[in-house]
């Protein structure tokens, strides 16, 4: 398998918020024919996302805010409603990039993470992988507002709401946010809110 791809070359077209970026690259078939292919990969720091959910109030955390490529695609009027995540700082473990978001975006406190998984979102264009996270909460981890930080020009709205409601709001096509999707149901399938 490691032959299948040789003389890769790259070039970067735009590295103003994340690196977009031209890949050439020869392949070979199973037919034993090779061509040359040309990707664009996208992306920046790998990233985290947590699920807050509360199994005595059986309510879970997420936050709303604005997205470009949302508002592009005309959907919600740009606006995601999805698991508190972002990217991990330069030699920041996993963990403690959760541990830092949580408190910044949605303000929270948070230890005991479960991991959950490690996943590409869009393997045909994104590089970035996510670690999905899920941890237990109560009231007394409330730390302050969060709402994000204004210095990385971010503006979230903290919602903290009932399990079952977050469930309905992917049927109806509130929560279209993958990240988001995938946690509820793992929180659904393994019971961690009965």
């Known amino acids: 398998m490691s032959n299948k791809v040789t003389n890769v070359t790259s070039t970067v077209i735009s590295n103003i918020w994340a690196k977009l970026e031209q890949v050439s ?41 604005f997205r470009m490529p949302i508002h592009v695609a005309g959907v919600n009027n740009g606006f995601s409603v999805e698991v508190c995540g972002g990217s991990i700082d330069a030699g920041e473990a996993p963990e403690k990039s959760v541990i830092r978001e949580t408190k910044e975006e949605i303000g929270y406190s948070v230890s005991n993470l479960q991991k959950v998984s490690t996943l590409f979102l869009s393997p045909g264009l994104i590089r970035e992988q996510v670690h999905l996270y899920v941890v237990a909460y109560s009231n007394e981890d409330k730390i302050d507002a969060g709402g994000g930080l204004a210095s990385e020009s971010e503006e979230i709205e903290v919602l903290e709401i009932p399990f079952n409601k977050a469930l309905d709001m992917i ?11 995938i946690l509820l149901q793992h929180v659904l399938i393994n019971k961690l809110i009965a």
């Not at 049927?171 to 999707?181: C, H, L």
């Open 171 to 181: 049927k109806n096509q509130e929560i279209i946010d993958a990240r988001t999707i």
């Open 25 to 65: 690259f020869d392949f070979m078939f199973k037919n034993g024919k090779t061509e040359r292919l040309t990707h664009e990969v996208y992306g920046k720091a790998d990233g985290v996302a947590v699920l807050l959910y509360n199994p005595k109030t059986k309510n879970v955390v997420l936050s709303k805010q």
